[in-house]
């Protein structure tokens, strides 16, 4: 059995400001009862669990959901300060988010995700070879979080002011990287600047600003009306630094300002449940109810292992594999996960047919400890469903 945690010390991006003051949470483990399929199994044990571990770490709360493929949601409960609706930042489970816009776009006919960008946009010319698919698999050779997530000249993905285009280009023309860059397709280099890139190829290639894009992909086909995204890096933030959940967010997305360039690779907020949603759709196939939201074949293509079929490249983490905006298991086969900074871990298994989001309002650290007492109880749930 492998581990949901992928570790990636900056697997979140950091903002160069002051932190505001952070809310103070009373933890509790008072919470609605769960909502569990009517033959769905007994969660009483998973339940016992994340009530134990937000009252031992002082947790504000939790929120967790699971879903089947074929029987749709087991299990969704909420413990302390969190409701079913409770909208929280994610962090980098936006990848998922972001990659799947750029491949519903290819699949449109919109654009060819494996061309470079620079047959789209004149600003790609910084940077010919690169193309779309390399961006979204962390392979572009642009400077990555891990290399410095604080890299100059790549800041503008963190300010909330601004265009989306602007800090591509910004990033896509700047000579100050040159002695940086390594070939496209050469070497891993988790998240930065590159997803700026992509979110602004998103737009010129639809003619659509990110929010449109994000109603027309998800919202009106799949009804996640909590999903959005915004730019908080350079206005909010914990007292513990960029890496813990900005407390002032506090489950309103209105405590930031409106951003025309937002955040692409950890900017996305949701609620738990929906946030299910689009696992359940990512297991079957890329249905929504009834509405054929992306094809099988697009969700095969951001589930493949991209970095070890194109340069037999590996994460460097317990979960080697990346495709487009998934971490992938390659002793798992099927196994994809997208966990973000602030605690949030989302993973699907496709053999057992089910995936499971994990919402805690702190660190990847403390989110993943969870994650990996909950896995092999879900398990053990799903594996006795037969």
Not at 154 to 180: K, V
Request: net charge negative.
């Amino acid at each position: 059995t492998t581990t949901v945690t992928a570790t990636t010390a900056a697997e979140s991006t950091a903002a160069p400001t002051t932190a505001a003051p952070a809310t103070s949470a009373v933890p509790t483990t008072a919470g609605p009862p769960p909502t569990v399929a009517s033959n769905g199994p007994d969660f009483d044990d998973v339940t016992a669990e994340i009530e134990t571990f937000v009252a031992a770490q002082g947790l504000n709360g939790a929120g967790f959901v699971v879903v089947d493929r074929e029987d749709g949601v087991l299990y969704q409960q909420s413990f302390g300060a969190f409701t079913d609706d409770r909208i929280s930042l994610i962090a980098s489970s936006s990848k998922m988010l972001t990659a799947g816009v750029l491949v519903k776009l290819h699949e449109d006919g919109a654009f060819d995700i494996d061309a470079p960008v620079a047959d789209y946009v004149d600003w790609g010319a910084g940077n010919p070879d690169i193309t779309t698919a390399q961006l979204l698999s962390n392979s572009s050779g642009l400077v990555g979080l891990i290399d410095d997530p604080t890299y100059a000249p790549y800041l503008c993905q963190y300010i909330h002011t601004g265009t989306l285009q602007d800090c591509a280009e910004a990033i896509m023309t700047t000579p100050e990287d040159d002695e940086l860059i390594t070939p496209p397709d050469s070497t891993f280099r988790y998240g930065g600047g590159q997803w700026q890139v992509a979110g602004a190829v998103a737009e010129v290639v639809s003619g659509k600003s990110w929010a449109e894009l994000i109603d027309e992909t998800y919202v009106q086909p799949c009804g996640v009306d909590s999903l959005g995204y915004t730019n908080h890096f350079a206005q909010i933030q914990s007292e513990d630094g960029p890496f813990s959940y900005p407390d002032p967010f506090n489950g309103d997305p209105n405590s930031v300002e409106p951003t025309v360039n937002p955040n692409m690779e950890g900017g996305a907020y949701i609620d738990a449940g929906d946030y299910g949603t689009l696992l359940l759709m990512h297991l079957r196939d890329g249905m929504c109810g009834d509405t054929q939201a992306f094809t099988p074949e697009s969700i095969e293509r951001m589930h493949s292992d991209r970095i070890g079929e194109r340069y037999d490249g590996a994460t460097g983490t317990g979960l080697e594999g990346y495709g487009l905006g998934w971490w992938l298991d390659r002793d798992q086969p099927g196994y994809s996960q997208d966990g973000g900074a602030f605690g949030t871990v989302p993973w699907i298994d496709e053999e057992r047919g089910y995936g499971a989001y994990l919402v805690i309002e702190k660190t990847n650290g403390v989110g993943s400890e969870l994650a990996t007492e909950l896995k092999p109880m879900l398990e053990t749930i799903i594996d006795a469903r037969g």
